[in-house]
């Protein structure tokens, strides 16, 4: 039986026009079986109320306490947060404090069955008010419609809530039950999308502000070899935000990021992508545009690999893969120009995963070896800094990862990704992250 690839082995294929692979946390599963009850309404802890004034404080809610929430998205203001005395303020002279401010600097983290108290504290330290969780919907939902189990991340979402921060929720995977002829991938209905979307936004109105629709839909990890499809990906953006909207009208809709690629078809490998500049095109080509209904804000995950965050597109760093734009952190530009293109130009756009790998164990990541310790500081706080300076409509920015080096070992892929190590000591990407001027509030 062919082996089922990772989106990240596909970097070991790269010729002209071969594919590029963001670091998104659904390439394995990492997320473990939910065990415990859930917890009761949480007690706010390391929040200051000072450092939060301004964001909106979000809470834990049921379908049955839930109240009415305003009928359009609510912008979620930032507000400075003060890093533990053990942390450098950042200097208020710093060149960085002048630039636009972020609506949202978040990390990626994976949060179920971890310390929480922990992974909200780092945030609040590195002075960021985002944190993102990637959910499958095949594990909450997993036996039969309608059988839901939230206990792991009722805690999720409380502790994350408890402590002042805003919470963006990744949804991918179908369950079984949902799949109809597919072995994996997006359901056979997408109405079932749309009802479980409804049930979780409505589940946690006003404690989650944001939801992302599927992850990578232009590769066939995610989406089924031979079955990618542009016209069936925006079918299924359309029924999640239908779902939210009946759920939790302020909270906002993400289109679900492609991965940055070229075109690739390996049929006796059963693997397969779609460049994501063209799937792009293909999904405002379709039914007359009527894509530009399906998400508040487009989601994108530009990848640097072994180049820097201000290298022209096609430029060259070093020995590797430098020529394909899907490798370059700029490759959001070329988004910004189809959605530009089909008027849908005034939607911003939120880069829910990008960082820098180090030295990587795993082969298709021997690029990592390029980038240094002090190059992955550098590259995450210069592509936040060109961000604020050149490109406006991009709101929101996700590091990719916060913690996951005390979640997989040194020999997987996500590991130099992240930025804490398993100890959950710094590098020095977080330290410089920490110490980056956000803005003024």
């Known amino acids: 039986m062919p082996r089922q690839w990772s989106r990240r082995r596909l970097l070991t294929l790269l010729a ?23 917890p009761s309404e949480p007690t706010p802890t390391r929040a200051d109320p000072q450092a939060t004034a301004g964001v909106q404080t979000p809470r834990v809610l049921t379908p049955s306490s839930a109240t009415p929430s305003p009928a359009t998205p609510s ?10 005395p053990g942390l450098p303020t950042p200097d208020p002279n710093d060149p960085d404090a002048a630039l636009r401010r972020l609506e949202g600097y978040g990390f990626q983290a994976h949060i179920y069955n971890q310390d929480r108290d922990f992974i909200v504290g780092k945030t609040l330290d590195a002075g960021f008010n985002w944190l993102k969780q990637q959910v499958e919907w095949s594990q909450t939902e997993p036996i039969e419609k309608g059988g839901y189990d939230w206990r792991e991340l009722d805690k ?11 919470l963006l929720l990744s949804v991918v995977r179908a369950p079984g039950w949902a799949l109809g002829e597919g072995a994996h991938g997006p359901p056979a209905d997408p109405q079932d999308f749309e009802d479980f979307m409804r049930t979780i936004s409505s589940r946690y109105r006003g404690a989650v502000q944001a939801y992302e629709l599927w992850n990578e839909a232009n590769l066939s990890r995610e989406w089924g070899y031979g079955r990618i499809n542009a016209g069936g990906f925006v079918d299924l953006l359309l029924a999640g935000r239908r779902g939210v909207r009946a759920g939790d009208p302020a909270a906002v809709t993400i289109g ?10 390996i049929p006796d490998q059963q693997v397969q992508a779609v460049d994501d500049v063209s ?8 039914n007359d545009g009527i894509v530009r209904d399906g998400f508040d804000a487009w989601g994108i995950h530009p ?11 096609g430029s060259p760093r070093g020995d590797g893969w430098n020529g394909h734009a899907s490798f370059y952190f700029q490759r959001f530009t070329q988004h910004r120009a189809v959605m530009e ?44 800094r060109l961000v604020r300076e050149q ?47 956000k803005g003024a509030a």
């Not at 999720?156 to 805003?166: I, R």
């Not at 960082?355 to 002090?374: F, H, I, K, L, R």
């Open 391 to 437: 490109y406006d409509y991009i709101t929101h920015a996700f590091v990719w990862n916060l913690n996951f080096q005390s979640v997989v070992g040194p020999e997987d892929e996500k590991f130099p990704f992240g930025v804490l190590r398993p100890d959950g000591t710094p590098r020095p990407s977080y330290e410089a992250l920490a110490v980056m001027h």
């Open 341 to 384: 293109e089909f008027g849908d130009g005034a939607k911003p756009i939120w880069i829910t995963e990008f960082g820098w790998s180090t030295a990587n164990q795993d082969p298709a990541y021997g690029y990592g070896v390029d980038n240094s310790e002090a190059d992955q500081a550098e590259f995450l706080v210069d592509a936040i």
């Open 156 to 166: 999720v979402v409380a502790a994350v809530a408890s402590a002042g921060l805003n």
């Open 16 to 38: 002209a026009g071969a594919v590029t692979l963001a670091c998104g946390e659904s390439g394995d599963n990492v997320t473990e079986a939910v065990t415990v009850a859930a």
């Open 75 to 84: 912008p979620v203001t930032p507000a400075p947060v003060a890093p533990s």
């Open 256 to 265: 679900g990021a492609l991965t940055p690629a070229g075109d690739v078809d």
């Open 303 to 313: 990848g640097g690999f072994n180049n820097a965050p201000r290298q022209e597109i």
């Open 279 to 286: 799937f792009l095109r293909r999904m405002y080509e379709y």
